[in-house]
């Protein structure tokens, strides 16, 4: 055959090499997708965030998912949230009203409570 007439053809075996490319190509792809989405499913819909303290300002997250006991110190007040089955609660305060005790437990997201002694707002918020 002359250059003329192979030259819209497909070289012998080229097919095989697409076919192994296009292969390799969705393998990869594969494996990125089921990262991100591994990854995806172990984040949170939603977490807590505490912001406290007087002159320097300290924010924390606070995973729901996991039960806890956590103590932070702000304006002189001993800080004491409790993480039950998804939900938060300022519980056993110092404080002299016991105000933020009475917001009670929270979990859905934008519920808030605060601590005004302690100058301690906490807050649930969705995670992006």
């Not at 409790?82 to 105000?99: K, L, N």
Request: hydrophobic share 40%.
């Amino acid at each position: 055959m002359s250059k003329e007439q192979t030259k819209g053809r497909a070289r012998p075996g080229s097919w095989k090499q697409n076919l192994l490319f296009a292969l390799v190509v969705l393998a990869l792809a594969g494996a990125i997708g089921g990262y991100y989405w591994v990854q995806r499913a172990n984040r949170p819909e939603k977490m807590a965030h505490l912001v406290y303290g007087t002159g320097e300002r300290r924010e924390v997250e606070i995973d729901l998912r996991e039960d806890g006991d956590y103590t932070f110190d702000s304006n002189g007040y001993e800080i004491h949230l409790q993480v039950r089955e998804g939900t938060i609660a300022f519980v056993d305060s110092p404080c002299p009203d016991h105000v933020c005790e009475g917001f009670g437990w929270i979990s859905e997201v934008y519920d808030w409570a605060a601590c005004i002694p302690a100058q301690a707002m906490l807050t649930i918020e969705p995670v992006e």
